[in-house]
């Protein structure tokens, strides 16, 4: 007898519900930046937007964002009036509390959309792998701690990030693929990483002929230049018309910001940093000059310039290095072999390389990863390979978001329980790779899988019995190195199997 699996729909309407119930559970500070977003967007004149410092959570996404929330507002001040005042700083009624989780909740019915289309649109015999895929990505923990719990949009955006990756898969649609794209990147430029991907793909395959590289289709880039001078237009002209680009480019991009965001995101320069708490202690022995003015830089959990006390500093300039540079080799095979897989991957890729190796990353932006590879984790068993510590890593590594006690069981439970499902459905649907498997990738995924268990034990539980609060960064610093292996694994094991495919 077929397995049956319940429909996107229906696992969207149970995770509904469930995600109400979470609307008086904790709430970050991003609950607070977006109801002040909220405020400027309604009580002020638009010249003012980007200029507005009242509170300290100033406006410092794209304009369309700016204009989603504009739009929100005006429900919003329906609702409570005190909701979008910008002097009532902190202001959390029931009202605004759930008015403000019911938006994410029904924004993200744009991501539930764009899966359905995914589905739709893969080969028949794929399809049932497409539909576990899919609901893997509604049901994703990730999208539940960082957005109905935490607080933000994600779910909305990513919603638009894999809408315009499936319009990617027909060459009737791919112009509109690619305007999708660059009105998300109006809405928040952190996909700006995932453009050299679409930069390459929709220049070999739409701007170029299929047959040479040396004849250019003029009219498909006529069409695809007039699009995107639209949406920037639509987005940034009214600000370039009142003179106002400098100003609103500040806030986009706050260079002062240090290497390492307050905990770790879990890329190289965790480990990084961690190698140099460790050089610390054996810097005596290896008679090692220690910087001790920066001993504390990487444990204090401070926004600012981060100090190394051993290594040698990192800057802006490495960083940005080390992004292109492995950004472009992925790219390099996407020119050559063109296809919708080898696309997502070099997306995925690209989100690779800029988690792994940009400046001040948020642990948040694991999910640029995680989702792209989610709809070809399961072309065979050897992508699976490189998924499944990603998945454990990425979603773990999300745990210190919320470290309220109500919340642990909520986190702990759900991650665990989607990681059980979905790696098990995984593992059934993927069919044998025609090229041989990697051993050490996969004993390494079996080995982390393990690890991962006596780990969030010990974080999330066993330190505060043994030591209360002292040496609070501890946890942090074990979960952020633990899971920065794992997405460092994953990113090679991948890398290998994208240069092999």
């Not at 977003?37 to 369309?64: C, G, V």
């Not at 319009?167 to 990147?185: D, M």
């Not at 070999?204 to 007039?226: P, V």
């Amino acid at each position: 007898m077929a397995e049956s699996y319940p429909t996107l729909a229906q696992c969207a309407l149970v995770a509904a519900a469930f995600k109400v119930l979470l609307f008086p559970a904790y709430k970050s500070t991003d609950f607070e930046v977006h109801r002040n977003w909220l405020a400027i967007t309604q009580s002020l004149p638009l010249k003012q937007w980007y200029f507005e410092k009242t509170s300290e959570w100033t406006l410092d996404y794209p304009p369309f964002f700016a204009y989603f929330e504009w739009v929100l507002a005006h429900v919003a001040r329906l609702i409570d009036p005190l909701m979008v005042r910008v002097y009532n700083l902190e202001y959390d009624s029931w009202q605004t509390v759930y008015f403000q989780r019911t938006s994410v909740i029904i924004t993200e019915l744009v991501l539930v959309y764009a899966l359905q289309l995914f589905i739709d649109s893969t080969p028949l015999g794929s399809k049932r792998a497409a539909q576990v895929a899919a609901l893997s990505v509604v049901l994703s923990p990730g999208l539940l701690i960082i957005d109905h719990i935490h607080f933000q949009y994600n779910g909305f955006m990513y919603g638009i990030l894999v809408l315009s990756l499936v319009l990617a898969r027909c060459r009737s649609t791919l112009l509109l693929s690619g305007l999708v794209f660059a009105a998300l990147l109006c809405f928040k430029h952190i996909y700006l990483y995932l453009a050299p991907a679409y930069f390459v793909y929709l220049l070999r395959e739409y701007c170029l002929s299929s047959k040479s590289i040396f004849r250019i289709r003029f009219l498909n880039c006529i069409k695809l230049g007039l699009g995107l001078v639209g949406i920037f237009g639509a987005a940034f002209g009214p600000f370039a018309a009142m003179g106002q680009i400098p100003q609103l480019l500040s806030r986009l991009f706050p260079f002062s910001r240090g290497l390492c965001h307050a905990y770790w995101a879990p890329n190289v320069w965790a480990l990084y940093s961690f190698a140099d708490r460790v050089l610390i202690h054996l810097a005596p022995r290896l008679g090692l000059t220690v910087n001790e003015g920066a001993l504390h830089s990487v444990t204090r959990g401070l926004v600012g310039d981060t100090a190394f006390a051993v290594l040698p500093e990192i800057s802006p300039r490495i960083c940005f290095v080390l992004t292109l540079f492995f950004q472009i080799l992925p790219l390099v095979k996407l020119f050559t072999h063109r296809s919708w897989e080898n696309f997502i991957g070099a997306v995925t890729l690209c989100g690779y390389a800029s988690f792994l190796f940009g400046w001040h990353v948020h642990e948040k932006a694991i999910l640029l990863v995680i989702i792209p590879f989610s709809l070809i984790a399961l072309r065979d068993r050897r992508h699976l390979g490189a998924f499944r510590p990603l998945a454990v890593a990425g979603h773990v590594s999300l745990f210190p978001l919320l470290f309220t006690p109500a919340e642990f069981p909520i986190k702990t439970v759900y991650t665990i329980f989607w990681l059980v499902l979905f790696l098990m459905a995984f593992d059934r649907l993927a069919p044998a790779s025609n090229k041989p498997r990697f051993f050490l990738l996969d004993r390494f995924s079996t080995l982390y899988i393990v690890v991962s268990v006596p780990l969030i034990a010990y974080c999330s539980v066993l330190h505060q019995l043994v030591f209360g609060k002292a040496y609070e960064f501890i946890p942090l610093m074990f979960t952020s190195s633990y899971s920065a292996i794992g997405v460092v694994g994953s990113w090679v094991g991948y890398m290998v199997v994208y240069f092999t495919a």
